[in-house]
């Protein structure tokens, strides 16, 4: 059974740093892409940023370049999204997902497994 489990998450002030982790079981992670989407209340859920199974390969939202680094683990079967100098407008539930492919999408319906979620709310 595949299971992903996001954790990190919690509140934060604006301009600080928060790092998110997905521990992932139940698959070969070295095959998978992996990528974090989020969810505010009354929006869809969006793109954060995506990496494939070479850490080489990472791309991310217009919205959070240069401020969040997607990086991943596959000794520990972990992908991480550690994020600097937040803002009020990332206040979300962070999820992290995987896709058995190569590259990441930034399209959230091709991806195979989805985490839970965890809470990042930024305070102004």
């Known amino acids: 059974q595949v299971q992903l489990v996001e954790s990190g998450g919690g509140l934060v002030q604006a301009g600080g740093s928060l790092r998110l982790s997905c521990a992932a079981s139940?698959?070969?992670?070295?095959?998978?892409?992996m990528a974090w989407f989020r969810q505010a209340p009354g929006k869809e859920r969006e793109f954060v940023a995506g990496i494939g199974w070479s850490s080489g390969s990472t791309f991310y939202a217009n919205s959070v370049k240069g401020r969040f680094t997607i990086s991943r683990d596959n000794a520990k079967n972990t992908v991480y999204l550690q994020m600097n100098n937040v803002k009020p407008e990332d206040t979300a539930v962070y999820y992290c997902a995987a896709v058995r492919s190569i590259f990441a999408n930034s399209d959230y319906s091709k991806y195979d497994y989805w985490g839970q979620g965890t809470q990042v709310t930024v305070s102004s």
């Open positions: 139940g698959l070969t992670f070295s095959t998978y892409a």
